[in-house]
């Protein structure tokens, strides 16, 4: 097993050091560099210097780190020799490293290096004796300075990994040897400034946050409230590709991208003008630019071949592949064992019953395995057979399986496979004709979180298994941490993984550099200066707050609390768990109602968080996790459940079984919310009693969420308002033409909302009004506009303007906010104003435009959850009314236990019920009406129209 590099090697690797153009000096400042070393063996020393630039950001980054550095070393036979980990002490602008070895072997030797986000650092490389080296810049932005030092530059295309699940390629039987480059070349076309004129900087308009970028990666510029932008063109860098006959074979201009198609083992030329504004941005395949061909040739890509011809990326998956290889269908053999052999020891363990079902279909994991060695899918499953591990992890009294050899073997085939797919870079995917949630320029949420079961195996069979195989995983896992580990994306639960693997990384290696780390990255996620959302009291999730996946992360971070034992991720938690059960409050019934007029992505509230936010995890921890929690108390396992379970058998065609009901039983296999964590696997302390939301442990309070949320309790009421406009600029405002989505139709007179990344949008105003005796009124949620607390316009009967979210400014004084608005279409100038007094809120309302108009109805509307009991009684003067109902001074809205809600008038107006609105992801008795108040039937504009009312409780 060597090296393709290794061919050039034997011919004289001296010499290649003065062929060709001079070796790389410069400091590179991208996020990414890995250096390729072409070494011939001899003493070796090698200086790196770590640079902290200016103490600011690139940009102005949404969600920022601490400036941080990490980079490990290898030998020719990629062996980690060191591993440094740099976090800049204040004022520390830099740190030298040096490395001495005597008897270095002649080979290509690795430095990998990962910088924080945004962070203006830089390493600079000195080698003794001087080596040219090649640079991959894996999954980031080839920043103007590196495009600069690489402007003329050499690179070989690899030959491409062919998967386990294909035929390895014969002569007669040749698969194609092309492989794609995708090339991206971006300038600085658009100018910044504020809402006052002034000049903020120049960038590539796909930067700033809020734009869909043509590349899955962060946004470095968040842009000021009404900040505007134009095209203004100051940097034009562009790139040309050449063959080895020095013919052109791409030209390509900044703010354009293209797909390349290119032949394997030829060398090529990336020549870059204008280097100096922009940057490029390059995947597809490993792309390892050198000052020379003959480097280029000599690194080879960066290529191992294992004896079969396939091709890898890295010496590790070579030795995996081997090991596959190796194995026999009888040493994969495990004979199911029956429940009622260790029946008393199951019914002996009081905690043991969330485990028996995994347990009884065990013989299903076993036989859906395909233990074939000649098979393509030989170790793959239609199933998730992640719960292997704890099959085989599990010391209990009733685990027959625990340590089996067999059940060992299984489940690192099971995992090694996916890991020969690991790139170059620490990603698993370089292809461009996978644009989404994977290939680009960032290491995404779903390409990451899916991984996070393959960390927490290794460190639960670290313990235990083969030491040589856990070291060569290791050797696996340890690759995308190094790279990516303070990647901060904007949508959290997408990065909010790594925590988790770097605790498990520790667990299993032992290091405590890791769990450092960790701690660190955790301790920028609490920081609220690093970030606005958290300064508010949540994790970010794609410019905004979310009642359910912002569940995602939560649970994320429980678990890495919970599995570590370290408590660095209970100040985040605490404080988004707080804010949180602001939206939440208490029914008269006990049970619990909330808001989510504020979210922007899902329909659901704080009360159906994705994965159970990890409450059930810290519920021993945090009062605000132990009020949500449905956690209870661990119910033995009976007899009859065991004897039932036993009779579980396997079917004769486990095919069927695994389409349906297996993959059902196993699709979270592994993952970080399920009750065995909690019930059954995990240390837990008992429930936090008697935890009580914000709303009930104090009759009198004022709280301003970082002018987001506005939360105010006086004794006979609570109001809960959302006053931000963090997605000021979001470009899913841009397609907002009407008032329902695709995904949200009328029917019947009730509006339905199914599409969970369709809601209408977050909408600034009223999303609670409650009062002790009534409940919950006033309710707000982003289902669609007829159940947000908006002013909107009509036109004939026909809705034809209303409140643009993005333009919201709020005022908050003590016991007062201010919202002002401009419609969506009309642009009209609204302006809302509550008031917090005593028994309630006074609502004062100003619309306005200074010229004429075509008539319209001005119609201001509350969204209120429907109750069976309520009854609503309309005045004008001492006269009663049923609703709809014209002259209304005064409303009265009673339940059967005698409260009511009081609403007040400034001026006679009308008063009708409009649609009943209901989403998926809520329950489904879940109802929503818009109560709509007509204050003004022919608003003309030339002035403006004022309106006011009070909303009151009435025990």
Known sequence: MKRLSCIFLCLALFALVSIGGEAYSAAFTSEGTIFFLVHPGGPLKLEIT???????????????????????????????????????????????????????????????????????????????????????????????????????????????????????????????????????????????????????????????????????????????????????????????????????????????????????????????????????AIDGFPVIFCPDAETAKAIGGSMVKANDGRHFHHLFQVKMHEWIKSLSKEELEIQPVPLEKFKKEWLKDSRSRDLLQLFAYAPHLFKAMDTNPGSLTFGT??????????????????????????????????????????????????????????????????????FCADYMTLAMMAPIADKELLALWEEALRLPAHRFWSQRLNCENQSLHWPLKLYALNMASGNPLYKKMAQDYLADIANPALSRSMKTGYLLEAYGLDGTYIGISASLLAFAARFSGDDAALPVLRRM??????????????????????????????????????????????????????????????????????????????????????????????????????????????????????????????????????????????????????????????????????????????????????????????????????????????????????????????????????????????????????????????KRQMEMREGGIRVCLSVGKATEIKPVTLIEQIPFQVKEDMTFSACKDVQQLKLPAEGVTLLKISRDNGSAIILRFSKPVSVRLGYTSRATFNDAKLRIRALEIAFSKDFAGNGAEDFSYEMTGVR
């Open 577 to 830: 768990y707080e804010l949180l059960c602001h939206t939440v409050v208490r029914e008269p019934d006990g049970s619990m109602a909330a808001a989510n007029g504020f979210g922007h992505r899902t329909l659901g509230s704080w009360l159906s968080p994705q994965y159970g936010a990890g409450v059930s995890l810290v519920d021993d921890r945090l009062e605000a996790a132990a009020v949500m929690s449905r956690r209870k108390a661990a119910v033995p396992l009976t007899e009859a459940e065991l004897d039932r379970y036993a009779k579980v058998q396997v079917p004769d065609n486990i095919e069927e079984w695994c389409k349906v009901a297996g993959k059902n039983l196993t699709h979270y296999a592994m993952c970080t919310w399920p009750p065995i964590w909690f019930n059954s696997i995990l240390p837990m302390g008992d429930k936090i009693q008697n935890a009580r939301l914000p709303v009930e442990k104090a009759s009198d309070f004022e709280k301003n969420f970082n002018d987001e949320f506005y939360a105010r309790r006086k004794p006979g009421y609570y109001a809960f308002i959302y006053t931000g406009n963090y997605s000021w600029r979001w470009h899913y405002l841009e397609t907002l033409t009407a008032p329902l989505t695709t995904s949200t139709k009328i029917t019947n007179g009730e509006v339905f909302s199914s599409g969970s990344s369709e809601p209408w949008l977050p909408m600034q105003g009223l999303n609670i009004f409650w009062t002790p005796s009534f409940g919950i009124f006033a309710s707000a949620h982003n289902w669609s506009i007829y159940s947000q607390n908006l002013l909107r316009v009509e036109r004939e009967g026909k809705l034809v303007d209303f409140p643009a979210c993005n333009s919201a400014i709020q005022h908050i004084d003590k016991d007062n906010v201010t919202l002002e608005h401009k419609s969506r279409f009309l642009n009209l100038n609204l």
């Open 381 to 450: 499953s239609p199933l998730n057979l992640g719960d292997m591990t704890l099959l085989y992890t599990l010391d209990k009294p009733y685990n027959p399986y625990y340590g089996n050899k067999a059940l060992m073997k299984r489940v690192f085939l099971y995992y090694f496979r996916k890991w020969l797919c690991l790139s170059e870079s620490g990603a698993f995917h370089d292809d461009p004709s996978h644009p989404a949630y994977c290939g680009g320029m960032e290491w995404s949420g779903w390409e990451g979180m899916v």
């Open 50 to 280: 770590l640079t902290r630039g200016t103490p600011d950001y690139r940009g102005n980054p949404i969600l920022k780190t601490s400036p941080n550095a990490l980079f490990s070393i290898f030998n020719q036979d990629e062996k980690l020799l060191a591993m440094e980990y740099w976090r800049p002490a204040p004022g520390e602008k830099e740190k030298k490293y040096t490395f001495e070895y005597p008897e270095a072997t002649k080979g290509i030797w690795q430095i990998r290096n990962a910088f924080a986000q945004n962070c203006n650092l830089s390493i600079r490389l000195k080698t003794t004796p001087e080596l040219k080296y090649g640079v991959l810049f894996p999954r980031c932005r080839i920043l103007s300075q590196d495009a600069h030092t690489i402007r003329n530059s050499f690179f070989i295309v690899p030959p491409p990994t062919t998967p386990l699940n294909l035929k390895q390629p014969t002569p007669n039987d040749p698969q194609k040897t092309e492989q794609r480059l995708h090339i991206a070349v971006r300038g600085r076309q658009t100018e910044c400034r504020t809402s006052t004129g002034e000049k903020i900087t120049d960038c590539d308009i796909y930067e700033i946050a809020g734009a869909m970028p043509d590349l899955p990666c962060n946004a470095m510029i968040e842009l000021p409230f009404g900040a505007q932008e134009r095209q203004h063109y100051t940097g034009m860098p562009s790139a040309r590709i050449r063959d080895g006959k020095k013919q052109t074979l791409l030209t390509l201009q900044a703010d354009s991208s293209a797909v390349l198609t290119l032949k394997e083992q030829e060398v090529y030329q990336l020549l870059v003008d204008n280097a100096k504004e922009g940057y490029l």
